[in-house]
């Protein structure tokens, strides 16, 4: 089981570019990700603005939205026309950052400069140890670094921060994000129900950025005031309301073998919206996630959801796969899972057709 386990962790690292932290550590991150943004634009309001802003860290969500709240607000419309530029990594070099930040601003208190996706120039980066230690406090320089983080023990990462400013963007866990889903909507003003927060979760997995823009698009549709619903993420969001993962996973749960293959077959017929790879792996973390609840101890819900890290609102679906399929069952689920997703990347396999896929998927599942 343990290496079941293991395998499935080091697999969907690779898909979803997350890494463990342990429960305690779970909520700090979330807590400390929005509060730090918040502390860090509320600082900008009122005049507390840093020479150096050095935005990392493996979610792009706060990195775009600190970088575009400085783009929009440091300067008045009339002084951003010869005192803001955006500058991209792939097209520029450290020095000629230095050199345009090292501009004096033009009948302005000072100039705003942008480099965006500098992780292109991460061979380089050391480079910035001069302009750090001696940063123009008339220039607001900002560098987005997007998916990667820089050693803090290194010079530069000290000079950046006693001079600056870094801000690690941390990735989220799938239970952490229905947390943020709650406080980004209670910030304006809507709420939403604990199915409908779950579902936006195992559709669009854990891209803070993808799920904003579903909700954007809800809170242009309903009121303020709303709470919103499983039906409103149906019906808007383009889920089919009985053909989807989400229902897959719980008619296999259920041993529904009917409705399993309903939604298999209405898969093949419209694979563009539900690719195969997306199917097997949120599959494939079912059956490791009920193998891992079949090896524990404390079978106390609130510890099922923190080992698991599942939002609790399906902890009954896992209850009535956990008696339905026993853990020799689930191992060997588990590893037939792992062959279907090797076959559907074309590895062993002579381009087989989602259909006959699926339809293998789930005779491995129910025999």
Not at 42 to 61: A, R, S, T, V
């Amino acid at each position: 089981m343990e290496v079941e386990i293991l395998l499935w962790r080091q697999r969907n690292k690779r898909l979803q570019r997350t890494a463990g932290l342990a429960p305690k550590k779970r909520k700090e991150t979330r807590d400390k990700t929005m509060d730090e943004v918040v502390k860090i634009v509320n600082d900008i309001k009122n005049g507390q603005i840093k020479p150096i802003y050095f935005l990392m860290g493996e979610e792009p969500y706060y990195i775009d939205k600190l970088s575009d709240y400085i783009e929009e607000n440091v300067l008045t419309e009339e002084e951003k026309g010869f005192n803001q530029t955006v500058l991209y990594g792939r097209d520029v070099t450290i020095e000629d950052i230095i050199s345009s930040a090292k501009r004096y601003p033009m009948m302005a208190e000072r100039q705003v400069l942008i480099v965006k996706e500098a992780q292109d120039l991460t061979k380089t980066i050391d480079k910035l140890e001069s302009y750090a230690e001696n940063p123009m406090l008339s220039t607001v320089l900002v560098i987005c670094y997007k998916y990667k983080t820089l050693d803090k023990r290194k010079k530069v990462t000290k000079l950046l921060d006693k001079h600056g400013l870094v801000y690690e963007s941390k990735k989220l866990y799938e239970n952490q994000v229905g947390e943020w889903i709650k406080r980004v909507l209670q910030g304006k003003n809507y709420t939403i129900e604990p199915k409908a927060s779950a579902m936006l979760v195992e559709f669009l997995g854990t891209d803070l950025s993808k799920i904003n823009n579903e909700l954007e698009k809800l809170q242009i549709i309903l009121p303020k005031g709303t709470t919103i619903s499983a039906k409103h993420i149906e019906e808007n969001i383009g889920f089919s309301k009985d053909f989807n993962v989400f229902e897959l996973r719980k008619a296999i749960g259920d041993r529904n073998q009917l409705k399993a293959y309903q939604i298999a077959q209405y898969f093949a017929d419209n694979p563009k919206d539900n690719p195969m790879v997306v199917t097997t792996s949120l599959v494939f973390s079912f059956f490791v996630n009920l193998l891992q609840y079949h090896g524990l101890k404390d079978k106390n819900p609130k510890n099922v959801a923190t080992v698991l890290k599942v939002n609790p609102y399906f902890l009954k679906d896992y209850d009535i796969a956990l008696r339905n399929y026993p853990m020799k069952k689930v191992s060997a689920i588990v590893a037939k899972l792992r062959d279907i997703d090797v076959k559907s990347k074309g590895v062993g396999a002579n381009a087989l057709p989602n259909h006959d896929l699926l339809k293998e998927m789930l005779v491995g599942v129910f025999n």
